[in-house]
């Protein structure tokens, strides 16, 4: 028999269409994340949903499978699309992501760099921020990164606003005037000075490093190439349980996952006199 689907409103919503990429929560929130598609369906060990049966669909509705199993079918945020990507490197966490967005100016229309694109965690978040009229140069050394970053944006996200180069920017960038410019590399003290070279006045530096030592060797780097307005930040993450009579922490708190740095290349400029 076919799925049930049960609607939260009878109002006018915003649907599902196809080529949306949607999150269908079960019991446990567990998620299934999956770009619609006409003719196919969702296959998970709590039954099988139709693509055809969800598109047209408000946002929010409860959807069941052939076997009765009750879902969400919700639109879903790039920080779920960023814990669902498959990867082969460490990926950021969106605590870390959207501070960076924040703090780099990152926002529709700017240009930006990022070097040690990974698996696209990052990718996918500034591609996202920097909207239709924006666009990202993705630096990566190792093929498999980049082929399975690619993917990944393919995938979940907007490969037409990315240029992915497998590249050693130690060599040189070849970009002038960014907005921004992102490091998670090992070393980025190695690649301040190239990085600087690409930035417009007072545009945006931010890296992200796990280790004390490694953030010593980067403000080293960055005082000796005179960007100022530096900045070193951490930031841990406390969940609670959402229960209004027995209100307290969780058990497991996201802590440290890095070192924060941030600095805007400045000038001195020559004054005629």
């Known amino acids: ?62 959807v069941k499978s052939h076997i009765g199993r009750t879902f969400h079918l919700l639109l879903p945020t790039v920080a779920d699309l960023i814990n669902e990507l498959p990867r082969r490197t460490q990926i950021m966490y969106p605590k870390d992501i959207g501070f960076l967005l924040m703090a780099m100016g990152i926002e529709p229309g700017k240009i ?46 907007y490969p037409e606003r990315v240029t992915f180069r497998q590249h050693d920017i130690f060599e040189g960038l070849e970009l002038v005037n960014l907005d921004a410019f992102f490091l998670d590399v090992p070393t980025p003290q190695d690649y301040v000075p190239q990085v600087r070279a690409a930035l417009r006045p007072g545009g945006h530096f931010g890296s992200l490093v ?43 708190m996201i802590a440290h996952t890095g070192f924060l740095v941030f600095g805007r290349p400045v000038f001195q400029p020559t004054i005629q006199q």
């Open 1 to 62: 028999s076919p799925p049930i689907f049960l609607m939260m409103s009878a109002t006018q919503a915003p649907t599902a269409a196809e080529g949306d990429v949607v999150m269908l929560v079960g019991v446990k929130h567990k998620n299934h994340i999956f770009r619609l598609a006409a003719g196919q369906s969702m296959q998970t060990h709590r039954g099988e949903i139709p693509h055809d049966d969800l598109i047209g669909l408000p946002w929010g509705s409860i």
């Open 210 to 252: 796990p280790t004390a030592n490694q953030v010593m060797a980067l403000l080293t780097a960055l005082e000796k190439n005179k960007f100022a307005f530096v900045e070193v930040v951490e930031i841990l993450l406390r969940y609670y349980r959402p229960n209004p009579r027995r209100l307290r922490p969780t058990d497991r």
């Open 112 to 157: 930006v760099g990022e070097a040690g694109t990974g698996s696209g965690a990052m990718t996918l978040a500034l591609s996202t921020a920097l909207g239709s009229s924006g666009h990202l140069y993705s630096f990566e050394n190792h093929p498999d990164n980049l082929d399975l970053a690619k993917k990944n944006l393919q995938r979940f996200g």
